[in-house]
């Protein structure tokens, strides 16, 4: 219906409608623009009942444990399809034909060297530097390096600089690895693909020959694609909040990964994994149900709930799956995946968790598959920030490419001191 409206109606003032806006699908959402020339504003800190933005890149459907990039379902893009396509559908908005897929992982691949000068930057941290403050101080850096794709109003400099930081976070990450263990940086090879060059520049040394294991290749490239976008999340409205102002590409991405470090965020994983490891056994599961279930008691099980979800996260699913796969298939057995199972188990029988509608979300599961591939916990955080790269610059992209784009600059309800006059410190 094109003239669904909202009605506001401001005690002592005349009422006024609001138009409503829908969108392709999801709730409809009232368009408050008009408001601030009423002299009313709203209030929502935290962005619960919000919408930043219009975007055609993600949907969500939380009540449905649905997830769409670009219309297509995640469990059949991680099933079928591959990171370095996924990641041309969140840029350009169609998939590609078998040509333009060639093309563009061709281009990725030859962006994947970093200039030589920033292996020095490694070297000013401290051997112990946690691995996700090098990626944000290195990749903040990047703009120093490239000054060919810097003017953002330029679609084809935005793209340039989307490229190049798909093609060199990978290339980054591992350094960042590398430095961490005093092993010596490891160059890109051309010949692999995208997740099979992430693999060798993390594990290979310079003494002997590295042969990538293909299983865990695919299970890098599915998880991945399982952390790649995901709508307007604290890190991707990070994002474009930093682009909003003009800032350069590898500027905002360094804001985005700051914003994910966080363990409400994508430092989930990480705390998930070292929870799993606490309580390191299905007797103590018990115990620490209770303590997230105590009001009292700040916390709160890692890898559960999620502010959009209100159902199973379909990413969480694909990387359960994904999780017995690997394990299996690397004769591996991780007591912590029996306690993940059972803590999931258990969590969705408890009315606590139902009532609040918590369920496993995307960093339950990855947590245990990384650590099987061999990735220390220190890094989990650092590979979701690999894979959201991609989305973090569709975002910015898209929102660039908008007309009439604005700074963003929300404003405050002010409960501070009313105005008063200064008072010299000999009179205080
Ligand atoms: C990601 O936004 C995204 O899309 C993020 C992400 C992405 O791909 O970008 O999906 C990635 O960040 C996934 C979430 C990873 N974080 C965690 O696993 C950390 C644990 N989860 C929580 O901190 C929490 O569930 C959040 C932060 C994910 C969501 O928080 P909300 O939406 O602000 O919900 P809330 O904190 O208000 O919680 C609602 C209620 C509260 O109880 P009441 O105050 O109403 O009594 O549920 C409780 C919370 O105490 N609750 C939990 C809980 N999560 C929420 N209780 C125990 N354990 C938990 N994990």
């Given at each position: 219906m094109a003239d669904k409206k909202a009605t506001v109606q401001v005690t002592g003032q005349e009422p006024f409608d609001l138009p409503i806006m829908s969108g392709t699908a999801g709730n409809d959402v009232i368009d408050v623009r008009t408001l601030g020339a009423q002299g009313?504003?709203?209030?929502?800190?935290?962005?619960?009942?919000?919408?930043?933005?219009?975007?055609?890149?993600?949907?969500?459907?939380?009540?449905?444990?649905?997830?769409?990039?670009r219309g297509y379902p995640i469990e059949q893009l991680a099933n079928d399809s591959s990171y370095l396509e996924l990641c041309y559908l969140l840029l350009h908005g169609e998939l590609p034909s078998s040509e333009k897929l060639e093309e563009f992982e061709e281009t990725i691949t030859h962006h994947t060297m970093v200039h030589e000068k920033i292996?020095?930057?490694?070297?000013?941290?401290?051997?112990?530097?946690?691995?996700?403050?090098?990626?944000?101080?290195?990749?903040?850096?990047?703009?120093?390096?490239?000054?060919?794709?810097?003017?953002?109003?330029?679609p084809a400099q935005?793209?340039?600089?989307?490229?190049?930081?798909?093609?060199?976070?990978?290339t980054i990450a591992a350094m960042?690895?590398?430095?961490?263990?005093?092993?010596?940086?490891?160059?890109?090879?051309?010949?692999?693909?995208?997740?099979?060059?992430?693999?060798?520049?993390m594990f290979s040394v310079p003494a002997e020959d590295y042969e990538v294991?293909?299983?865990?290749?695919?299970?890098?490239?599915?998880?991945?694609?399982?952390?790649?976008?995901?709508?307007?999340?604290?890190?991707?409205?990070?994002?474009?909040l930093a682009g909003s102002s003009g800032a350069n590409p590898y500027a905002c991405i360094a804001a985005g990964i700051a914003s994910l470090w966080g363990p409400a965020h994508g430092g989930a994983n990480e705390a998930c994994l070292t929870m799993l490891q606490q309580i390191g056994s299905v007797d103590r599961i018990p115990e620490f149900v209770a303590k997230a279930k105590d009001k009292a008691d700040p916390f709160r099980l890692m890898g559960f709930g999620h502010r959009v979800y209100k159902n199973f996260d379909p990413r969480a699913k694909v990387m359960r799956e994904t999780c017995h796969e690997v394990l299996t298939a690397l004769k591996i057995n991780d007591p912590l995946?029996?306690?993940?199972?059972?803590?999931?188990?258990?969590?969705?029988?408890?009315?606590?968790?139902?009532?609040?509608?918590?369920?496993?979300?995307?960093d339950f599961y990855s947590g245990i598959i990384l650590k099987a591939i061999g990735i220390p916990t220190s890094m989990f955080t650092v590979i979701f920030a690999m894979s959201r790269t991609v989305g973090w610059i569709s975002h910015w992209d898209e929102m660039l490419s908008e007309k009439g784009q604005k700074i963003g600059r929300p404003r405050q309800l002010y409960t501070g001191a009313p105005k008063r006059d200064y008072v010299t410190v000999d009179k205080r």
């Open positions: 009313v504003f709203t209030y929502d800190p935290g962005f619960l009942a919000t919408a930043s933005c219009q975007s055609e890149i993600t949907f969500i459907d939380g009540g449905k444990g649905v997830l769409l990039h292996a020095n930057f490694f070297h000013g941290f401290v051997v112990d530097a946690h691995p996700m403050a090098m990626l944000c101080g290195v990749v903040g850096a990047l703009s120093s390096f490239y000054h060919d794709d810097l003017s953002i109003t330029d935005r793209k340039r600089s989307a490229y190049r930081l798909v093609a060199k976070l990978p960042a690895y590398k430095y961490s263990i005093g092993q010596p940086f490891v160059y890109p090879k051309n010949k692999l693909s995208y997740s099979e060059n992430f693999l060798h520049m294991n293909p299983i865990i290749a695919k299970a890098m490239d599915k998880i991945f694609m399982l952390h790649a976008d995901h709508e307007q999340n604290a890190s991707t409205s990070t994002v474009r995946l029996d306690v993940a199972m059972e803590l999931e188990r258990i969590a969705l029988e408890d009315p606590y968790f139902v009532e609040k509608k918590l369920y496993p979300n995307v």
